[in-house]
């Protein structure tokens, strides 16, 4: 298992940055902080709200995954 212990630093450097530039959508923060020579316009434009009911989904699809394996 990796170090959890990796998570909340840079959960808190990322709320900085935002807080710093509000006006940024996590799409493109996320994008600009890997600076990939791809684009991906779907998670460039997608609206905060909209990133997070895909991130509520994607909690209940591992609790579905989990609830499945534990049976």
């Excluded at 959890?4 to 902080?33: A, H, S, T, Y």
């Excluded at 990939?36 to 009911?53: A, G, H, Q, R, S």
């Amino acid at each position: 298992m990796r170090d959890i212990n990796r998570i909340k630093p840079v959960l808190k450097e990322l709320e900085n940055l935002w807080l710093e530039n509000p006006d940024f959508r996590i799409g493109q923060l996320i994008m600009g902080i890997t600076k990939t020579e791809v684009t991906n316009p779907k998670l460039f434009y997608m609206e905060d709200d909209e990133f997070l009911i895909k991130l509520k989904e994607f909690k209940n699809l591992f609790e579905e995954i989990k609830k499945n394996k534990d049976e």
